[in-house]
């Protein structure tokens, strides 16, 4: 009987000392990250007349619940509510109401806010926690998100986008730019997208942000953009600026876009690809391939002086299951791209590799952010500065949950554990005495 028994019994006393590990392991990233929730350089916009939350004690409060997956103010409230008890935050001794978190918010500078995300962005570089190992080259990806969806122009940068006759529908959007070459997808900017431009017309000035932050750092070597971004002048802006541009070609650059589909479609039915991915199994489109061919006949085609290569990269769609017989393949898909990367700098399969990439700005981040946050309903803070505010303390908190996930617990398990899982665990590490000392947790113990 006794040894019937010592199964279960062992059973559950390993997942006791596993869950221990975990909390032990993520309160050692809070206090290695501390500087993360230390916002002493941010300025408190308030009068200094009945203040009675300190300006750091709001903004690690914030931070704190967003990484807690608080969707809204509300769920703010209660949450820190939960987290005053024990001292887990320096200064938070009772309930922060969601009307005093929305009106400081509302005030503090967006610029302060961002440069807290670069200062959080570079001390990850300077641990090693941002190399290169999704891809060859540090590359980042710049792409449009919608933030949030309003009935009112809550702010001078929405973008009203319903039709004469239907209801007002304003659009808050920024430009946002990730790392995708590192383990962690991290948002390093975002820059709101003013009322009277678009994308296109950001890109200037969000390319020049990041080489006034970043420049020195080295933080990347390579720019993505999806076609949206796609002219001569940003290419040449990034080219200029010592670094290679990846940027997808349509309909945008119709010249360009005509003499690469001839080229390249023509060499496609002569020529076997330089790169083939093996079969894999898509989860909407079944199983898949991709397919590369490139050329460097348009080097330096027209204005673009600074071209080097011209990329097709097929998708190729298999009917049934092709590891067991050889079916009919139909192409799903055909993208082109440009480049000046010099043609050895990557091989075609590095180049596929490069072209998925891209695509963690949408899946990791932006779908993150519209998924766990619900981003684009704009449940946090409307008016004053409160939209650009709340998206970047929302990227800070994104940054401190991807990390602690593919970069601190290390472990193919906990890299694949869910957001729903992660903030468990992270509200046990911040609700638990700390496995260390036997004291209540702090973010703050040095």
């Known amino acids: 009987m006794g040894s019937g028994h010592a199964g279960p019994l062992a059973h559950r006393k390993e997942?006791?000392?596993?869950?221990?590990r975990r909390t032990r392991s993520v309160q050692t990233f809070f206090r290695q990250r501390r500087e993360s929730l230390e916002f002493c350089d941010v300025r408190d916009p308030r009068d200094l007349r009945g203040k009675r939350w300190r300006a750091q004690v709001l903004l690690e409060t914030a931070v704190v619940t967003l990484m807690l997956l608080a969707k809204s103010l509300r769920r703010s409230e209660a949450l820190s509510d939960?987290?005053?008890?024990?001292?887990r935050i320096p200064g938070l001794h009772r309930r922060i109401s969601d009307s005093t978190m929305g009106d400081f918010l509302s005030q503090v500078s967006p610029a302060d806010i961002a440069?807290?995300?670069?200062?959080?962005?570079?001390?990850?570089?300077?641990?090693?926690a941002l190399e290169p190992t999704v891809l060859p080259i540090r590359s980042i990806a710049i792409d449009g998100k919608t933030n949030a969806t309003l009935d009112e122009k809550w702010n001078r940068d929405c973008q009203k986008q319903s039709a004469a006759g239907e209801p007002d529908r304003y659009e808050y959007r920024m430009v946002n730019v990730a790392l995708i070459s590192s383990a962690a997808a991290v948002c390093i900017d975002r820059l709101a997208i003013p009322a009277s431009t678009n994308d296109m017309g950001v890109f200037t000035a969000a390319y020049?942000?990041?080489?006034?932050?970043?420049?020195?750092a080295n933080l990347f070597e390579l720019v993505s953009t999806d076609a949206g971004f796609t002219s001569e002048n940003n290419a040449r802006l990034v080219d200029d600026d010592g670094k290679a541009y990846w940027m997808a070609l349509k309909g945008n650059q119709p010249e360009l876009h005509r003499r690469a589909w001839r080229l390249l479609t023509a060499q496609s039915l002569r020529e076997s690809p330089e790169a083939e991915t093996p079969w894999e199994l898509d989860s909407t489109r079944g199983w898949i391939r991709r397919r590369l061919?490139?050329?460097?006949?348009?080097?330096?085609f027209g204005k673009w002086s600074h071209l080097r290569q011209v990329v097709l990269i097929e998708t190729i769609q298999a009917a049934g299951d092709p590891r067991r017989h050889h079916g009919p393949e139909r192409i799903l898909e055909k993208h082109f791209y440009l480049t000046n990367l010099p043609v050895g700098r990557l091989d075609g399969v590095q180049l596929i590799q490069l072209m998925r990439a891209h695509w963690r700005i949408e899946n990791d981040f932006h779908g993150s952010l519209d998924i766990q946050w619900q981003e684009d309903h704009g449940l946090w803070v409307r008016r004053g500065k409160g939209l650009?505010?709340?998206?970047?303390l929302r990227a800070i908190a994104y940054n401190l949950l991807a990390l602690m996930r593919t970069v601190h617990l290390r472990s193919v398990e906990a890299r694949a554990i869910q957001w729903q899982s992660l903030r468990d665990l992270m509200r046990d590490a911040m609700l638990w005495p700390d496995l260390t000392t036997g004291k209540a947790m702090s973010i703050f113990l040095a």
């Open 115 to 128: 440069h807290h995300l670069h200062a959080q962005i570079l001390d990850e570089h300077r641990r090693k």
């Open 15 to 20: 997942q006791r000392m596993d869950l221990q």
């Open 82 to 87: 939960e987290l005053a008890s024990g001292g």
């Open 208 to 216: 020049k942000r990041i080489k006034r932050t970043y420049g020195r």
């Open 388 to 392: 650009p505010v709340v998206g970047l």
């Open 293 to 300: 061919w490139r050329t460097t006949r348009m080097k330096g």
